[in-house]
């Protein structure tokens, strides 16, 4: 059975201090990790895909990381427009609309 | 830019009604997706679509029916709605290609008393 296990849930940072979020995930024939970032009583908005271990990719303050087994999301110097839920999700092979196995986020709150 | 769009944003409903969820995209994806988000759990897959005319189940179809007769739309119905079935009900669409990524609206908040 795939699954995708988030942690920490919850973070809480003070402006400009640096961390990381995890992403666990055994999916059969991961065909791309998905990172999403969801505001209150919003939908989630796509940030990232990694297709293969090794792989980054960088959008401002946040740079996601793959490996075989984890993904990482790396903010750095994070301001308090960062607070939100990052969301990952694991997209099994020959899956389009039903391969996707979402965690249960990690709530990130940027304090001032 | 529309993209996804979800009508209505609120509903309360009582326990035995039926309703209609809408869900329209202007993207011309193929792909299309009803999940449901609730405390503690990640996002569920409920039904979905891979283009005009073709549905499947998901992990939790139970309760819920759609249909897609146009690209466009994907509505989901609650034949008879249950408490259980309160929850934030999310649509997204994807172009078809296993490697993209899904587009999400801003969800209905479902709430069955």
């Known amino acids: 059975e795939d699954q995708v296990t988030q942690s920490p849930e919850a973070l809480r940072l003070q402006e400009g201090e640096s961390s990381s979020l995890n992403c666990s995930y055994t999916v059969s024939g991961l065909r791309g990790l998905f990172w999403y970032r969801q505001d209150p009583g919003k939908g989630p908005e796509f940030l990232f895909t990694l297709y293969s271990a090794g792989e980054e990719k960088e959008k401002e303050r946040l740079k996601a990381t793959l490996t075989k087994k984890e993904s990482f999301l790396h903010i750095t110097a994070p301001k308090p427009e960062d607070s939100a839920t990052y969301l990952c999700?694991?997209?099994?092979?020959?899956?389009?609309?039903?391969?996707?196995?979402f965690g249960k986020g990690t709530h990130l709150i940027i304090q001032p | 830019n529309a993209g996804v769009t979800q009508t209505p944003k609120f509903q309360v409903l009582k326990t035995g009604q039926s309703m209609t969820l809408q869900c329209a995209q202007d993207?011309?994806?193929?792909?299309m997706s009803w999940y449901r988000q609730d405390p503690g759990m990640g996002l569920r897959l409920i039904h979905y679509?891979?283009?005009?005319?073709?549905?499947d189940q998901g992990e939790v179809p139970n309760g819920y029916n759609v249909s897609r007769s146009t690209t466009e739309d994907f509505p989901l119905r609650l034949l008879s709605a249950a408490p259980s079935q309160t929850s934030v009900y999310f649509c997204?669409?994807?172009?078809?290609?296993?490697?993209?990524?899904?587009?999400f609206g801003d969800g209905t908040r479902l709430s069955i008393l």
């Open positions: 993207m011309n994806h193929e792909y």
């Open positions: 679509s891979v283009g005009a005319g073709i549905t």
């Open positions: 999700a694991g997209g099994r092979s020959g899956g389009g609309a039903d391969g996707l196995t």
């Open positions: 997204a669409s994807s172009p078809g290609l296993s490697n993209q990524p899904q587009h």
